[in-house]
């Protein structure tokens, strides 16, 4: 079955320090990838995208994330957190042959102290 | 242009009530999509129209009926609510339908309903 994981619900971080969120996904090819941020009450904002080559990608806000073949795995990276990173981070997908749906992760919470 | 802007922020309606959620874009896109949001949850997708025509019904309840009047304009009518239908309603824009547009949604910031 086709699917999209986040296992980390909930991560803390101290400004300044460095982030790694992970996803996984279960599919028989290579699905689109995409990182999505929601700041409490907004809506949803793309930060990267990857659907092939060069398997590091850059997004907005100095996020980055690297796709992992092997290990079914799009994982999300900022190198130094600012506190305006608090949010909801959301790792989603489009799988082929299912009607280009955007099927979306739990999410992971991140909060970040000062 | 790269906003969604969606009418009302917050919409308090009775059971009985019928109200509709509005949603603009001018970007070009020809496709439009609704998603419904429960606290701590991910958007659950609703709707998709593609140059103005249903494409995509979730299965969603008859008392929700969207409607795409054109290619910038998007709606979605309430009527007969229940309480378990609070939540955020937020709408989305993309280049169109095809597997790269597809992923790469352009959000509103919602609209907040709740149904008493």
């Known amino acids: 079955a086709q699917s999209v994981t986040q296992p980390d619900i909930h991560i803390t971080v101290s400004e300044g320090a460095s982030l790694e969120l992970r996803c996984n996904y279960s599919y028989g090819a290579t699905p689109y990838l995409f990182w999505y941020v929601q700041s409490p009450g907004q809506g949803l904002q793309l930060l990267l995208k990857y659907f092939s080559g060069d398997t590091l990608v850059q997004g907005i806000k100095g996020f980055e994330a690297e796709f992992k073949r092997s290990q079914s795995s799009f994982n999300l990276r900022k190198p130094s957190v600012h506190w305006s990173d608090a949010a909801e981070y959301f790792c989603?997908?489009?799988?082929?042959?299912?009607?280009?749906?955007?099927?979306f992760g739990t999410g992971t919470q991140l909060k970040v102290e000062l | 242009d790269t906003e969604v802007t969606q009418t009302p922020k917050h919409l308090v309606m009775g059971m009985t009530n019928k109200k509709s959620l509005k949603c603009e874009q001018h970007?070009?896109?020809?496709?439009m999509y609704w998603y419904k949001q429960k606290a701590k949850k991910p958007p659950e997708l609703m709707f998709v129209y593609s140059y103005e025509k249903l494409s995509i019904n979730e299965s969603v309840p008859s008392r929700f009926s969207p409607e795409c009047p054109n290619s910038s304009l998007l709606n979605l009518h309430l009527h007969a609510l229940q309480p378990e239908d609070s939540a955020l309603y937020l709408c989305?824009?993309?280049?169109?339908?095809?597997?790269?547009?597809?992923?790469?949604?352009?959000f509103g910031e919602g609209s907040r309903l709740t149904v008493l």
């Open positions: 989305a824009s993309s280049h169109d339908r095809r597997q790269s547009s597809a992923g790469e949604l352009f």
């Open positions: 989603a997908v489009v799988f082929t042959g299912g009607g280009n749906k955007l099927t």
């Open positions: 970007m070009g896109h020809r496709a």
